[in-house]
């Protein structure tokens, strides 16, 4: 049975940092790209970012290009999602997700599993 569980998320300040960690288990980890998304109440679920099997190429939305860094560990399945630089509009419910496919997607509808998701709240 393929798990993803988040940790990590909480309460942070306005340009301050908080870092998100997803643990897999279940699947051959390395085989599987992943991506985290993210979804405020009564928005769409979106793309935050994605990293590829070997975590060589990582693909962030504009949005937090150049503040989040995706990262992965294949030896502990884990993938990380460090976050700096938060703003308020940063806050929403953060899932992982995982694609048996070998490149970088932004499409939800490519992922295979989802995590449970993690809050992250940022005070202004």
């Known amino acids: 049975q393929v798990q993803l569980v988040e940790s990590g998320g909480g309460l942070a300040q306005a340009g301050g940092s908080l870092r998100i960690s997803c643990a897999a288990s279940g699947l051959t980890f390395s085989r599987y790209s992943l991506g985290w998304f993210r979804q405020a109440p009564g928005k769409e679920r979106e793309i935050v970012a994605a990293?590829?099997?070997?975590?060589?190429?990582?693909y962030y939305a504009d949005s937090v290009k150049g503040r989040f860094t995706i990262s992965r560990d294949n030896a502990k399945n884990t993938v990380t999602l460090q976050m700096n630089s938060l703003k308020p509009e940063d806050a929403a419910v953060y899932y992982c997700a995982a694609a048996m496919y070998s490149g970088i997607y932004y499409q939800a509808s490519k992922y295979d599993y989802w995590g449970q998701g993690t809050q992250v709240t940022v005070s202004s």
């Open positions: 990293i590829n099997r070997s975590g060589s190429s990582t």
